[in-house]
């Protein structure tokens, strides 16, 4: 697995939510398995295999081009510690 940080500069869901920082985690096959985006209001989302779609939005379907996402690489630990955090779809 890979896990990547993204800050991503255009609204992504609602203006009012702000702009996002994606947090990815990718498998052997560049597909994303988990995913949490957090908004600069605070919003958190969050999306994996078994909860891939809502009216918030959807696990990417396409395998990623990780060096195309312009994101820093971060490990596990770091990546898990966001995704235990209460979301608003998911918890």
Do not use: C
């Not at 869901?13 to 995913?35: A, C, P, T």
């Not at 999306?47 to 696990?59: I, M, R």
């Amino acid at each position: 697995m890979k896990y990547l940080k993204i800050h991503w500069n255009e609204f992504t869901f609602d203006e009012d939510w702000g702009k996002s920082i994606w947090y990815l985690e990718i498998g052997e096959d560049n597909y994303v398995k988990r995913q949490v985006e957090v908004f600069e209001n605070s919003n958190r989302i969050k999306f994996d295999e078994s909860h891939w779609s809502d009216s918030y939005g959807s696990l990417g379907d396409q395998p990623v081009k990780i060096e195309e996402l312009n994101g820093v690489e971060m490990d596990a630990a770091d990546f898990e510690s966001e995704w235990v955090i209460k979301s608003l779809n998911m918890d």
